[in-house]
């Protein structure tokens, strides 16, 4: 199957702050939902400093909310992109996201990174299955 622009959407949820770098939240192209790395942010756009779980929580919550625009649930992820500030966060990533996830989670890689800003600890992109 060839692609043209016209088969390829893209989705910003309302309830988010307009962002101020350019990309869309997700776009939706053959079958699949690609999700935009999602850090903990509100719906103003604020990074919520906090607990780590309710950091991981938060963007979590946020990658379901940019599923939904875009016609997409959580159980229809394939592929997770994890994104770490420092690797002695791995262990309660992990248990946050296996709570999230349950006994069939996707595939996912997780690496650590330089965020180059200290408000931020972790980020999450997807990839949601959703057919033709």
């Known amino acids: 199957m060839w692609f043209h622009a016209d088969m390829i959407e893209r989705f910003h949820p309302a309830s988010f702050a307009p962002v101020a770098v350019p990309?869309?939240?997700a776009t939706k192209a053959g079958g699949f939902v690609f999700v935009s790395g999602q850090v903990a942010t509100d719906a103003e756009g604020n990074i919520r400093l906090g607990d780590f779980a309710d950091e991981v929580n938060l963007t979590l919550?946020?990658?379901?909310?940019?599923?939904?625009?875009?016609?997409?649930r959580v159980d229809q992820i394939v592929r997770v992109g994890a994104f770490l500030?420092?690797?002695?966060?791995?262990a309660q990533f992990n248990e946050v996201y296996a709570r999230r996830f349950g006994a069939a989670p996707p595939a996912r890689t997780t690496v650590v990174v330089d965020f180059g800003r200290a408000d931020v600890r972790v980020e999450v992109e997807a990839i949601a299955y959703v057919g033709e």
Do not use: I, K
């Open 61 to 72: 919550d946020n990658v379901e909310t940019v599923l939904a625009a875009a016609g997409a």
């Open 85 to 90: 500030s420092n690797a002695t966060l791995f």
């Open 23 to 25: 990309l869309s939240h």
